[in-house]
């Protein structure tokens, strides 16, 4: 009797184990059903943001990174990952500032870098050797100013087809890529104003409109002086007659009536620069002549910037905006009308003072 007792005593511990048991696993599957779904949706956060990265992150930004990382693949890319050190970083960054310009290389050094900090963020090294790399000095050379008459006398020095395409850029200080978009429908000569709407990107040999632009902030319909508008006129008139009908053509062609390249700068514009005594003077140093053009007539930097086509102040008056010499005489003639009626006596010297 105390014998089955005892057996029905431990059936029954058994039981309630068992179903601990069972409880447990189940809460157990629970638990990790809840963890799998929190991982999903990290998994899926993590896509979506790396989706909204990638995005936003330009062709040509992405084109410069590989131009960047391919200088450095002679010196490195015969290394494994793990076994390059910030001294084989240091040779190889000396390597290239002996062939390429201090911002070129600290350029070319940005892509390497953030290449070796994603190795670290993904566990593929313990740091980056890419710290406390010595980077060339960049001595940035004092942009002059540019007066009206060099202006006229550059556009002089080019052929006439592309008289129309460097003034725009000299007076309107717009970028490259998008004065060459400019587009019949995009001039408005009865309103006097010109829309930058789209821009023309070029990759690797390849050219790309682009309607959305480089940046919001490059997108604006912009007030243009009537001379312009009068030059873009008869360049109409003279060289795209043909066109003048189709509010889609480009303003600014090739002879051949394809879409400017990048090279118009070294083949056209540089010898016209040398012609112009203005040798040094490129087609983005245009937009820098432009911008201190409009300090001198005394425009507001918020107008500045919004006919730059950049997003703050800062940019343009810490890189684009140089005074002239003329301006500097001229705040100096402002000065001296401010203050010259309240000093015209002099100061009077305390006669306690004895001066040596």
């Known amino acids: 009797m105390a ?27 629970q638990a ?14 993590v896509a979506a943001a790396r989706g909204g990265v990638e995005a936003a992150v330009q062709p040509a930004a992405v084109a410069r990174d590989r131009q960047g990382l391919a200088v450095f693949l002679p010196s490195l890319g015969t290394a494994t990952l793990g076994s390059v050190s910030p001294a084989d970083i240091q040779a ?45 000095r960049i ?20 052929p006439g087809h592309y008289h129309t395409l460097v003034l725009t850029s000299g007076v309107l200080g ?15 000569f009865a309103r006097r104003t010109i829309t930058v709407a789209q821009t023309v990107e070029e990759l690797a040999g390849h050219l790309a409109i682009v309607p959305e632009g480089k940046r919001p902030a490059r997108l ?10 009068d030059h873009i006129g008869r360049h109409l008139s003279t060289y795209r007659a043909a066109v003048t009908g189709d509010p889609d053509a480009l303003i600014f062609v090739g002879p051949k009536g394809g879409v400017l390249r990048r090279r118009f700068g070294e083949r056209i514009l540089r010898p016209a620069t040398v012609r112009a005594d ?66 015209a006596e002099g100061l009077q010297v305390d006669p306690g003072v004895t001066q040596t």
């Open 3 to 29: 014998v089955r007792d005892e057996v029905r005593d431990a059936q029954r511990a058994l039981a309630t184990l068992d179903a601990a048991h069972r409880r447990a696993v189940a809460r157990l599957d």
């Open 32 to 45: 990790l059903a809840r963890r799998g779904e929190a991982l999903a949706e990290t998994d899926r956060q």
């Open 92 to 136: 190889a960054v000396d390597r290239r500032a002996r062939q390429a310009s201090p911002a070129t290389v600290t350029r070319d050094f940005a892509a390497l870098r953030a290449m070796l900090n994603s190795a670290v963020d993904a566990d593929l090294i313990g740091r980056s050797p890419a710290r406390k790399v010595a980077l060339p």
């Open 139 to 158: 001595i940035r050379p004092e942009r002059r100013t540019r007066t009206p008459e060099q202006l006229h006398k550059l556009v002089d020095e080019v």
């Open 174 to 188: 717009r970028a490259w890529e998008e004065v060459i978009a400019l587009r019949v429908r995009d001039v408005d």
């Open 220 to 229: 604006r319909t912009m007030a243009v002086p009537t001379f312009l508008l």
């Open 278 to 343: 203005l040798d040094g003077l490129t087609f983005h140093g245009l937009r820098h002549a432009a911008t201190s053009s409009l300090v001198d007539v005394g425009v507001h930097p918020r107008v500045m910037a919004a006919r730059i086509g950049h997003g703050t102040v800062k940019t343009t008056m810490e890189v684009y905006a140089r005074a002239s010499n003329s301006a500097d005489h001229e705040a100096a003639a402002l000065l001296q009308q401010r203050f010259a009626e309240a000093f």
